[in-house]
């Protein structure tokens, strides 16, 4: 009989914890919802954020508050997502930052494989070569020519070493044999900030974050980093990096959610269920998706599949253009 009974205890309380999980998800949410942009206000991430963050309130029917942790390629947000409990309260938005940092940095503060769980992909997008109105640049073409004569002189901004702006750069840098200078900042904002002030000459922009300075003549569009050219009205008539001048170039940009690793199921599926519904609403698309963002909106199987596709092909462009971290 106590031999019965033992067995039976490990199966008692696996019964009961999935029993409490269940309760748990059944009620959530109970309080606001913290979504951790790893970027400085301004930029397309943080627009993102928050236009979804304003959607998914109103489903879930609790506030869900974003919080700006920039800094270090992401590593400063995202570490505080992997120190935060596990019970879907905590959310950060994702970039191709997060599939690239273990490749160029030598120690991560959380573990890549274990520390988080996948919620969605929320889409992609295509990076923007932009260069100010005023800009003697018309051409991608035009840009490498003067990138051959000056070595060094030219210079680009980024959101951040590591993310998606600085690697369409160096992997530019690396297939036109250019050297023109990245000069990293703590988020797309200040970068767009000094690129309209005249203090760097060019951007590999995400498309979200520089459309509306596009639409407003502020910045001229020289060429999209994905393979085609985007099916938006916005960036429609501009060509490629690729059909410019550097066959086989593709850097895209893409945003997901996360969660702490062992958070319960259900409650992922319930914030899955919540941005795919923000993510395909009207109000979301007539916001980001004319500024070039293709919205996906998947299960968080498909998304994890997507990173870890993303983490190898990324690796194989740090190791063959020796990008560093700054």
Not at 32 to 48: A, E, K, Q
Not at 52 to 76: F, H, R, W, Y
Not at 240 to 248: F, I, K, N, R
Request: hydrophobic share 45%; glycine share 8%.
């Amino acid at each position: 009989m106590n031999k019965q009974v033992s067995v039976l205890k490990p199966i008692f309380w696996c019964v009961l914890v999935a029993f409490q999980a269940l309760a748990q998800s059944a009620v959530f949410p109970e309080k606001p919802i913290r979504i951790i942009v790893p970027f400085s206000p301004g930029g397309g991430t943080d627009l993102i954020a928050r236009t979804l963050g304003n959607l998914m309130a109103v489903d879930l029917g609790q506030a869900v508050l974003v919080e700006n942790k920039p800094g270090a390629s992401t590593i400063i947000g995202t570490d505080a997502l992997a120190k935060s409990a596990p019970d879907g309260y905590t959310m950060v938005i994702a970039t191709i930052a997060h599939a690239v940092n273990p490749s160029i940095q030598a120690k991560l503060p959380y573990s890549q494989e274990t520390a988080f769980a996948p919620v969605i992909l929320i889409g992609r997008s295509p990076n923007v070569l932009v260069v100010v109105e005023s800009s003697p640049y018309k051409s991608l073409q035009e840009v490498m020519n003067a990138a051959k004569s000056n070595p060094g002189k030219l210079s680009y901004a980024s959101q951040g070493a590591g993310t998606s702006a600085h690697l369409a750069g160096e992997l530019f840098n690396y297939m036109a044999k250019t050297d023109i200078t990245h000069i990293p900042y703590k988020g797309a904002g200040p970068a767009l900030t000094d690129l309209l002030g005249g203090q760097v000459d060019m951007m590999f922009a995400t498309a979200s974050a520089v459309g509306g300075f596009i639409t407003a003549g502020k910045l001229r569009a020289l060429a999209v980093t994905t393979s085609e050219r985007s099916p938006t009205a916005l960036l429609a008539k501009v060509p490629t990096v690729a059909e410019s001048g550097l066959p086989g170039y593709v850097a895209e940009s893409w945003y997901g959610f996360y969660v702490p690793a062992g958070t319960p199921e259900a409650i992922v599926q319930r914030l899955n269920a919540s941005a795919k519904k923000a993510a395909q609403s009207d109000t979301f698309k007539q916001k980001i998706e004319k500024e070039g963002l293709m919205v996906s909106a998947g299960t968080p199987e498909a998304f994890d599949r997507y990173v870890k596709a993303e983490e190898v092909r990324w690796k194989n462009v740090v190791k063959s253009a020796n990008i560093k971290a700054e």
